[in-house]
């Protein structure tokens, strides 16, 4: 775990730990468990599952977020047990995230033996990409011709980009790539098309600064497009 996230989340987890009854299950998942942290620019995604979250809980456990809210702009998920049993429907492409890479620092692994339905995985997948390519459409149209405005929505994408990337090689059962360039490169592989339009975007992320030009954020732009395009067409057979 890196050293930055190791300080927030343990920080946390030791306000949890005075606060939530015995017995609760703490994930860390995303970049911070995968390996690809970025500090200044990564979230930290820490997902808590306990008995009840009432509301006096959950304003005790907020007193132990200052420090978290400096470090991360996503706060930690709060679900109760029955609620996440019931969620593999509702949140397959978290749980296929968390499948992939998480790390188990407080209770019992709530994800083990979770599999979200191949149906359920497609159609969120869609929705999501989809989703995201109205928002990068609406970006440009607002901020075309500022190549640091550019930059900033196309770099701040990639990390939602690269969860569905993952989700589609997951949909298929093909082996994930720890880096997000070889994520990028297998999934391109998977599709059928060539990679470059996402990979000249996510090679820059993290970057403070960049500055993307019109050429590469249409290739972008057309790059997502045809990624929500081959989810569209896809059909359940052709998963495996």
């Known amino acids: 775990m890196h050293v930055a996230v190791e300080r927030v989340v343990s920080s946390f987890l030791n306000r949890a730990d ?11 998942y ?13 979230d930290i995604n820490l997902m ?14 907020g007193r132990g977020l200052d420090e978290w809210r400096r470090a991360s702009r996503e706060p930690p998920l709060l679900i109760t047990g029955a609620e996440w049993v019931r969620a593999v ?8 995230d968390m499948r992939e890479a ?22 969120a997948l869609e929705r999501e990409l989809r989703g995201k390519l109205l ?51 297998a999934a391109g592989s998977l599709m059928g098309m060539g990679a470059e339009g996402l ?8 970057e403070r600064g960049w500055r993307c030009g019109a050429a590469v954020f249409e ?9 929500a395009g081959f989810v569209d067409q896809l059909k359940l057979g052709d998963q495996r």
């Open 89 to 96: 429907d509702v949140f397959p492409i978290e749980i296929t």
């Open 135 to 185: 928002r990068l459409r609406q970006g440009y149209a607002a901020r075309a011709g500022d190549e640091a405005a550019l930059g900033d929505l196309a770099t701040h994408s990639t990390s939602t980009i690269l969860v569905l990337l993952r989700g589609i090689l997951a949909l298929h059962d093909r082996p994930i790539p720890s880096a997000p360039l070889e994520v990028v490169s």
């Open 219 to 227: 290739s972008y732009l057309d790059a997502v497009a045809r990624t």
């Open 18 to 28: 005075g606060v939530l009854p015995a017995g609760y299950s703490a994930v860390l």
């Open 48 to 61: 808590i599952v306990a008995e009840t979250l009432s509301p006096d809980l959950l304003r005790a456990l």
């Open 199 to 206: 990979s000249d975007v996510v090679r820059h992320r993290g």
């Open 30 to 42: 995303g970049s911070a468990a995968r390996g690809d942290f970025v500090p200044e620019w990564s």
């Open 102 to 123: 998480r790390q188990v620092l407080r209770g019992p692994d709530p994800v083990s033996g979770l599999r979200p339905a191949a149906a359920d995985l497609r159609a």
